[in-house]
């Protein structure tokens, strides 16, 4: 069982910058992919997008967020980050971590980011 931690959410205004954490219980270096993605708490049946992840060392990301968003992770700190400039309150939902390996799939409680116009 792996325990993901997410912190740095908060309210930004557009344009603002916040960079986000996420702290695992064990070590991340042997997950095949880890990555971050995010819910609209105003629509109950929203699925959870990607919005970056690191999968077998090659970073992906959602299209609305290419250019903005920058995923790295530390192995020796068990930490996968989340960069994220330039915010459009399209950007406003829940950000949950997710570790994933065949057969366990892991997620965060999820930390809020809000972005004003």
């Known amino acids: 069982q792996v325990t993901l931690v997410e912190s740095g959410g908060g309210l930004v205004q557009a344009g603002g910058s916040l960079r986000l954490a996420c702290v695992a219980s064990e070590s991340i270096s042997e997950i095949v992919a880890v990555g971050w993605y995010r819910q609209d708490p105003q629509d109950p049946g929203d699925q959870r997008d990607l919005v970056a992840k690191i999968i077998s060392g090659v970073t992906m990301y959602g299209d609305s967020v290419k250019g903005r968003f920058t995923i790295s992770k530390d192995n020796a700190k068990k930490t996968v980050y989340l960069q994220m400039n330039g915010l459009k309150t399209e950007d406003t939902g829940i950000y949950y971590c997710?570790?994933?390996?065949?057969?366990?799939?892991?997620w965060g409680q999820g930390t809020q980011v809000t972005v004003s116009s």
């Open positions: 997710n570790a994933w390996n065949p057969g366990r799939n892991f």
